[in-house]
């Protein structure tokens, strides 16, 4: 089946700084990818969809300028939460193609 | 009103029992019906996919789907302490990759021995 692999597992990271998070198809090219955000005992939240080659579509209320999506290849997309804030501490989930498989997800937490 | 409804439990039941799991919706348009099991700070994992409305068995584990009463089901029969995580259901109006889930809160399920 297909295998998504989401790096890392867990950041902390000090208020106001940025983290890069990777989600990369290893076995298929995915032209879409899907960012989902879980916070705890909430359901996953689709935060933007991740467009290969172009740019990514946000949900709204999601802000774009702080958590931007690069998708520059059909293996690879990343989310970089810039200026991080405790807020923005949560369950980053990344899903690719037919949204069955899912990223192994990255624990942020911004002290 | 959210799209998708789950309960979020607890629910705790002995290894053995059968658990029934259930989401509701409100949108009519979905036709694909996903179960995933969560284990703690773990991805989702897929465990059952269903187009519209019927029954699916694979092992100990049933989906149902009712698009008439916008209601869907995952029975587990013998559960077993494995079984402990959170389930979330899932539902979309297409398959392809160009559209996301939307999915229930999901049901934290516990198996004790």
């Known amino acids: 089946g297909a295998v998504v692999s989401q790096h890392p597992s867990w950041v902390i990271c000090k208020s106001g700084t940025s983290v890069k998070i990777e989600c990369r198809s290893l076995?298929?090219?995915?032209?879409?990818m899907f960012w989902y955000r879980q916070f705890p005992k909430q359901s996953l939240m689709l935060m933007a969809t991740?467009?290969?080659?172009?740019?990514?579509?946000?949900e709204q209320g999601v802000e774009k300028d702080k958590f931007l999506i690069n998708h520059a290849s059909l293996t690879l997309s990343t989310l970089t939460v810039t200026s991080a804030h405790p807020e923005d501490s949560s369950f980053y989930i990344c899903?690719?193609?037919?949204?069955?498989?899912f990223g192994q997800g990255t624990r942020l937490t911004v002290v | 009103q959210k799209e998708v409804e789950q309960d979020p439990g607890p629910l705790s039941v002995p290894e053995g029992a059968i658990v029934s799991l259930n989401c509701t919706y409100s949108?009519?348009?979905?036709?694909?019906f996903m179960w995933y099991r969560q284990y703690s700070r773990k991805g989702p994992e897929l465990l059952m996919y269903?187009?519209?409305?019927g029954n699916k068995e694979d092992g100990r584990f049933t989906a149902q789907v009712d698009k008439s009463s916008k209601y869907i089901s995952l029975f587990i029969r013998d559960s077993q302490p494995s079984d402990s995580a959170t389930y979330l259901c899932?539902?979309?109006?297409?398959?392809?990759?160009?559209?996301?889930?939307?999915f229930g809160k999901g049901t934290s399920l516990l198996v004790t021995p």
């Open positions: 076995d298929f090219q995915a032209t879409t």
């Open positions: 949108n009519s348009a979905f036709q694909y």
């Open positions: 991740s467009n290969e080659g172009s740019k990514a579509t946000y």
């Open positions: 899903s690719g193609r037919t949204e069955a498989f």
């Open positions: 899932a539902m979309s109006e297409q398959a392809n990759s160009g559209y996301a889930l939307n």
């Open positions: 269903t187009y519209s409305s």
